[in-house]
């Protein structure tokens, strides 16, 4: 930045100080162009650049009395700029800290939930033995293949309670089988 370049801004603060408007407006302007380079000289291109931006421009809205027109200017909106980053850097390392990265979130829960359902068929699969096979026929029909009491009762030639029954018990004995496993 050139000496007369910083002598403006110092100027246009001096009137923001001093409430005009225009020239708030024009600091701003000027400003973000300034703090942009300045951040992204030294963190480079991350997603939260514009973040630091402005958080900056807010404190220096906010800490404008605070800056003295005996002073030099740059060296002064440098300060704040580098405070504000700091803080930026650390709320952003914070929150890395806790996201998850949603792809590999997504691949290991896909992953953990293919593996439990192996499991669990494998699970299945081997307390079903421990029925008899009326018990694993009804448990089929009702459980597999998803059809109703009625279907199954017609289907086997019994009554709707019988099944019930049979399913009941039936269940109760996979339960067990499956503590057990």
Known sequence: MSPEQERALGVLMARTQRADAVACDLLLEELQVVIRR?????????????DAV?????AVHRGRHSWNPA????PW??????????????????VAARE?????????????SVE????????????MTS??????RIVELLKLEERSIQDVASALGMS???????????????RRAMGKA
């Open 160 to 174: 709707e309670g019988n099944v019930r029954v049979i399913a009941h018990r039936a269940m109760a004995r996979l």
């Open 54 to 58: 402005q958080e900056t421009l807010i």
């Open 116 to 127: 439990a359902a192996v499991l669990a068929g494998s699970e299945v699969r081997a307390a």
């Open 38 to 50: 300045f951040v992204r000289r030294r963190v480079g291109d991350v997603p939260w650049l514009e």
């Open 100 to 112: 998850v990265n949603h792809e590999k979130a997504l691949a290991a829960a896909c992953e953990h």
């Open 77 to 94: 909106l440098y300060a704040v700029a580098q405070s504000r980053l700091i803080d930026v850097i650390r709320r952003e390392r914070r």
């Open 131 to 136: 029925l008899s096979p009326p018990q694993r």
């Open 71 to 74: 002073r030099p200017f740059v």
